[in-house]
């Protein structure tokens, strides 16, 4: 008797599983081989700007009667800018406005087919058989591709000329909130012929070999994505690219909502037409891919919040306005790598939903939409002058994304758990003191003493004076500050401080010229900056020749925001517009022509008193400064605040960063 092994027989004979380990053993060795082979192909493959002009994309939407979503997804496609888009809609006969929409875009559209099919597939097809790209991918009439996704795919395939297929993870959209959703896998032909479903708005595959598996499969109704990607993976390795280029928009009555009907189109589409098993090369390419992703995508792990689906719908906020604009790096202008989680004003209560995203080459995160500069000194005049010190918590029984989030290592988790009794907090050194000013003393170089009095300091971002008045106290330095709200900057005048009204980025023409300081400080204040590294080089301009730029910021590496992930109170939206790691602090100097000198990392209880509190309550609250915090709270906050010091500040993986930076 014979049995089936992937389209061929082999001998069923008591020595088959010997046969097989030989096999998976002669496999490994060829594999390692082939490894190396690519490995010097790839050392071979031209850089972007070298290899000539970016491939052609054809993207293909088929559409029927959804004139609510269509006009979103038609900018998204148009919008990217890619150099040699070929965009083709065909249309199954809409008759609820759909074509009008369409029609505004006619000049844009490389084909449009308005036409009676037999279904999404049968359309799919009919579009993709006028297609002349290189690269190939489909768009439902209610999905989006977010900004610079087609440059980042183009760009993928022209340095990688042997891939073929490569799919990415996807956003949800719901109420105008953008979650990640669920993670993928690194797939195998195997996990896809057993029924794994790849995110469909992200794969993107070449044209050879589309044509070379036949198509699509034009009979089926739901499963035809399934059907092809199985058919595909008899014969291409699937690379998954970390990050997201699309987002899938959830609303009443899409296709996707019958999952159990496309299950058992799948179960019989499977049952007709069995699965064959790859060929050994497609297997070699695949364990290539698999070994490369495996410590990469441990590291892309860490900041990933996948959509809480048992905490929807998310409380109704104003969606902020849609724009095609992509949001980008400061330090190098290049695209977000992918999306964290959207969020209102968790701090002050405003309904407004932002984005905030995750630049992995930078390890920056940063909020989006962009809020002029205008926008944002009138938010900080209005909340941080007038404090309402009365946090929002939602019922339990209210839907609140993130709430009781749980993030960090089993090991992390567990500290968290654990009191460390007050006495030893206390030898410890916890106090919930400002200890601003013995941080800054701590980080300030010895050139810089406390009992000198020729030492010129400026505080940028002083508000009321706080800083200063301590200070005045512990040294004799020349005390100046900035500040752009002028109520704030105001009051800190009334203590004899000379402070001139200005933002960070503007100091320089505020301030009266030939002044110079031997330390510029900036306490929790380079996260608001719009501009940072502009900022940074009209403050060097300021700085004397012995002079330091010295900057506290919160810290993306911080345990304590792997523990409480979205609900980290540091993430602040709309006023924190970047969150920065330390390397991330090292190119902003090094694009300011400064170099950093040295760091060191902090945790305050404070700070962690009000993740404890908006972990509590999830998105569906707010808490604000100046609160009173419970009993319970309190301890709580003061064990881990120790727990950082013993175990992560001296790592740098403290709660916020100080960092010192001179001329380079």
Not at 115 to 136: C, P, Q, V, W
Not at 404 to 422: K, N, T, Y
Not at 457 to 482: I, N
Request: proline fraction near 6%; charged fraction near 25%.
């Amino acid at each position: 008797m014979d049995i089936t092994h992937g389209g061929k027989f082999l001998p069923q004979s008591p020595l088959f599983p010997s046969l097989r380990w030989l096999r998976s053993v002669a496999d490994s060795i060829l594999g390692l081989l082939t490894d190396g082979f690519c490995r010097l192909l790839e050392t071979n493959e031209l850089d972007a700007d070298e290899a000539g002009e970016l491939p052609r994309i054809s993207i293909v939407t088929p559409v029927l009667n959804a004139a609510d979503t269509v006009r979103e997804t038609i900018e998204s496609v148009l919008s990217q800018d890619y150099p040699d888009l070929e965009y083709i809609i065909i249309d199954g006969g809409s008759i609820d406005g759909t074509l009008d929409v369409v029609a505004d875009y006619r000049h844009q559209i490389t084909h449009l087919v308005t036409e009676s099919d037999n279904g999404m597939y049968d359309a799919l097809a009919k579009g993709f058989s006028r297609a002349t790209g290189e690269i190939f991918a489909y768009l439902n009439a209610d999905d989006l591709y977010l900004p610079g996704a087609l440059e980042r795919v183009g760009c993928h395939f022209q340095k990688h000329c042997r891939d073929h297929v490569i799919y990415f993870e996807d956003v949800v959209e719901v109420k105008g909130w953008r979650f990640a959703n669920a993670p993928q896998p690194k797939v195998t032909h195997g996990m896809l012929s057993n029924g794994h479903v790849l995110y469909q708005d992200g794969v993107f595959f070449s044209r050879q070999a589309y044509e070379s598996v036949g198509g699509f499969n034009t009979s089926v109704r739901l499963a035809g994505d399934w059907d092809l990607w199985v058919r595909l993976a008899e014969c291409y390795p699937f690379r998954r690219l970390h990050g997201h280029v699309s987002c899938f928009r959830i609303r009443h009555g899409q296709l996707s909502q019958d999952r159990e009907a496309y299950d058992e189109e799948r179960c019989e589409l499977r049952k007709r037409h069995p699965v064959g098993r790859p060929g050994i090369a497609v297997r070699f390419h695949g364990l290539i891919h698999r070994t490369k992703d495996l410590m990469d995508s441990m590291r892309s792990r860490r900041l990933l919040y996948p959509i809480p689906f048992h905490q929807m719908p998310p409380p109704q906020g104003r969606s902020p306005p849609r724009t095609w604009r992509a949001p980008r790096c400061p330090l190098t202008g290049g695209y977000p790598s992918r999306l964290l989680f959207s969020s209102m004003d968790t701090r002050f209560g405003d309904r407004e939903v932002h984005h905030i995203y995750l630049n992995r080459e930078e390890t920056l995160a940063q909020c989006y939409p962009p809020l002029t500069q205008e926008r944002l000194n009138e938010l900080h005049g209005v909340h941080y002058s007038e404090r309402n010190p009365a946090p929002l918590a939602p019922g339990a029984e209210v839907p609140a994304p993130y709430r009781d989030f749980r993030g960090g290592s089993p090991l992390a988790r567990l500290v968290r758990r654990i009191l460390l009794p007050h006495r030893l907090c206390h030898q410890l050194h916890v106090s919930w003191d400002d200890n601003t000013a013995n941080e800054l003393l701590e980080l300030a170089s010895e050139r810089h003493r406390p009992d000198d009095d020729k030492v010129r300091f400026l505080d940028v971002g002083c508000f009321e004076g706080s800083l200063l008045k301590e200070l005045r106290k512990l040294t004799r330095w020349s005390l100046a500050g900035v500040e752009a709200n002028e109520k704030a900057a105001h009051k800190a005048r009334r203590s004899d401080f000379e402070v001139w009204t200005a933002t960070a980025e503007d100091a320089i023409y505020g301030i009266p010229g030939g002044k110079r300081f031997d330390l510029i400080f900036l306490g929790q204040t380079v996260e608001h900056l719009i501009e940072p590294q502009v900022a940074l080089r009209r403050l060097r301009l300021l700085l004397s020749p012995v002079g330091e730029i010295v900057l506290s910021t919160p810290n993306l590496e911080s345990w304590q925001l792997e523990l409480f992930g979205p609900t980290w109170s540091h993430w602040h939206p709309p006023y924190h517009r970047h969150v920065f790691s330390l390397r991330a602090l090292r190119h902003l100097a090094q694009a300011a022509e400064l170099r950093l000198q040295c760091y060191r990392t902090f945790s305050h209880p404070y700070w962690s008193a009000l993740s404890l509190e908006l972990n509590r309550a999830g998105f569906g609250g707010h808490v604000p400064h100046g609160i009173e915090f419970p009993e319970s709270t309190m301890r709580k906050a003061e064990s881990l605040a120790a727990w950082a010091k013993l175990f992560w500040n001296w790592r740098g993986k403290g709660d916020y960063l100080y960092v010192t930076m001179a001329r380079g």
